[in-house]
T-cell receptor, first 113, second 116 residues
């Protein structure tokens, strides 16, 4: 079945460091891929998405590219801020158009000032 | 505008008791989803409602779990005879549903359930 695997946390970085959170997926067909973010005390929200191979999703300085050849969707940011501290979830939707989201287990990110 | 709301925000119950969790989706959203976020399992899909179609219950972990959606709007997730492993944050999400396009799901703040 469809699944998502992402690097385990917590990840701790200093402010202005480069961030990569790895994500790979297993799916039949052509799923859409997402990164969701959950800030402390807040609900889950969509950070960025890519709906087909080679698409690049971007938002708030974060980027991720849909790589079908490596079945990956790694999240990157060039210079992280303390306010980026949160839990990040890689996810995909199933390809039978019901839009059920399959999530990775999440990666907790701590940014130190 | 108003987002997805859930109640209660926190629920503590004793093992064996029944609980009901409520979700108010964004007005006009025809699709509604329940997910569970627990330490051991991460975020997992539970059940999906779309319009007047029969719900997709494929993610419900046992027959103690059930959900209904009245009038195509508010949904209630019921857990009977709660067990300690049911302790988790239960998230509700809603979306418009258009077959030919991406439908973003908007999540509520969740209900934290603790079973003692």
């Amino acid at each position: 079945g469809n699944s998502v695997t992402q690097m385990e946390g917590p990840v701790t970085l200093s402010e202005e460091a480069f961030l990569t959170i790895n994500c790979t997926y297993t799916a039949t067909g052509y799923p859409s891929l997402f990164w969701y973010v959950q800030y402390p005390g807040e609900g889950l929200q969509l950070l960025l998405k890519a709906t087909k191979a080679d698409d690049k999703g971007s938002n708030k300085g974060f980027e991720a590219t849909y790589r079908k050849e490596t079945t990956s969707f790694h999240l990157e940011k060039g210079s992280v801020q303390v306010s980026d501290s949160a839990v990040y979830f890689c996810a995909l939707t199933s390809t039978n158009r019901d839009d059920k989201i399959i999530f990775g287990k999440g990666t907790r990110l701590h940014i130190l000032p | 505008g108003a987002g997805v709301s859930q109640s209660p925000s926190n629920k503590v119950t004793e093992k064996g008791k029944d609980v009901e969790l409520r979700c108010d989706p964004i007005s006009g959203h025809t699709a509604l989803y329940w997910y569970r976020q627990s330490l051991g399992q991460g975020l997992e899909f539970l059940i999906y409602f779309q319009g007047n179609s029969a719900p997709d219950k494929s993610g419900l972990p046992s027959d103690r779990f059930s959900a209904e959606r009245t009038g195509g709007s508010v949904s209630t997730l019921t857990i009977q005879r709660t067990q300690q492993e049911d302790s988790a944050v239960y998230l509700c999400a809603s979306s418009l549903w258009v077959r030919t396009t991406f439908n973003e799901q908007f999540f509520g703040p969740g209900t934290r359930l603790t079973v003692l």
